[in-house]
C-alpha cells in the first residue's frame, strides 16, 4: 500500500496497488491543473479527510467531480458521480514522491481535441 497527502496533509490518499500507468491529458481542465491522473476503482484508492476538508468542482457534463484541499488548494483526484465500489476514483498522482511515480508507465491523452492516446 501506498500513501500520499496534499501539501498541508490535511487529505490523504492510500492506494492499495499502484496504477499500470499514469495518464497526462491536456484538456482544459487538466492542462490547468497540470495533474498525473492514475486511474483506479473505490475499491483500490481510499481518500481520508475530516469532513468538510475537500471543496469540488463539477466540470461540463457533471459526469466527473473534481476535489482540492480546502486549506492548501491542492487537486487531490475526482470521482465519478456513478454510484458502486467499480466506479473509477482518479488520483493525482503529483501528490505523491517523485521516486514511487518513476517506473509508471506515463501516458499523454489528448482530452482538448481527438480524445485518443498520443506518443510524444
Excluded at 466506479?87 to 518513476?102: D, H
Amino acid at each position: 500500500m501506498s500513501k500520499a497527502s496534499c501539501h498541508c496533509g490535511a487529505v490523504v490518499v492510500e492506494v492499495h496497488e499502484l496504477p499500470a500507468r499514469l495518464i497526462e491529458c491536456n484538456c482544459s481542465i487538466c492542462r490547468r491543473y497540470a495533474a498525473l491522473w492514475g486511474h483506479l476503482t473505490r475499491t483500490q484508492a481510499t481518500v481520508h479527510c475530516d469532513p468538510g476538508a475537500l471543496s469540488s468542482y463539477f466540470c461540463n457534463d457533471r459526469a466527473i467531480e473534481f476535489f482540492r484541499c480546502k486549506n492548501c488548494g491542492c487537486v487531490t483526484h475526482y470521482d465519478s458521480v456513478d454510484e458502486g465500489p467499480d466506479q473509477r476514483l482518479s488520483i493525482n498522482f503529483r501528490m505523491f514522491p517523485a521516486k514511487e511515480i518513476e517506473p509508471i508507465e506515463l501516458r499523454y491523452f489528448d482530452g482538448a481535441d481527438s480524445w485518443e492516446f498520443i506518443d510524444r
